[in-house]
């Protein structure tokens, strides 16, 4: 997607971030990207990595050096774990017992409730600003 010269003095960035042009509009601006894609992105890498016995054929990250897929599965996992500290879920869940379930021990009820942002508004308002690789500036 594409920011313009003003979010990115507002977001402290540097200046000198690749710039790109709106092939609707022709203006200049910043490339940019939202984090929650980038970590939707590392969440499906490690879902390709436990199963890539069937992905490395499919082509994708997955498919790349081994050494190369490494590097990037630990980058995700790090940039997961950052997010989830950053985020800190403070949600409070409890513990039951299910012996409908032949089980006596205890087991989390996650059933709780959360507040959640709009996922679907995050999106279109990205979309909103989308460009493509070659409409580098």
């Known amino acids: 997607m594409m920011i313009s010269r003003e979010e990115v003095e507002r977001l402290g960035m540097p200046l000198d971030s690749l710039k ?10 910043y490339r940019a ?7 939707l992105h590392c969440l499906n890498l490690l879902r390709q990595f436990t199963w890539k ?3 490395v054929n499919e082509g994708g990250d997955i498919s790349a050096d081994p050494e190369d897929v490494r590097g ?5 996992l790090e940039t997961l774990r950052m997010n989830l500290m ?5 949600g409070v869940f409890t513990f ?5 379930l032949g ?16 996922f679907d508004e995050i999106r279109d308002w990205a ?7 070659d409409d580098n500036a």
């Not at 790109?20 to 601006?29: N, Q």
């Not at 021990?105 to 059933?111: A, I, N, R, V």
């Open 103 to 118: 089980d006596d021990d205890p087991w989390p009820d996650f059933s709780t409730m959360h507040t959640c942002r709009n």
């Open 53 to 55: 016995d069937y992905y």
């Open 127 to 133: 979309r909103s600003r989308a460009v493509t690789w």
């Open 96 to 100: 039951r017992v299910y012996p409908e």
């Open 33 to 39: 990207a939202i984090e929650v894609f980038h970590q």
């Open 72 to 76: 990037h599965v630990d980058h995700c």
């Open 20 to 29: 790109v042009t709106d092939p609707k509009t022709g203006k200049v601006g």
């Open 86 to 90: 950053c985020q800190a879920d403070v």
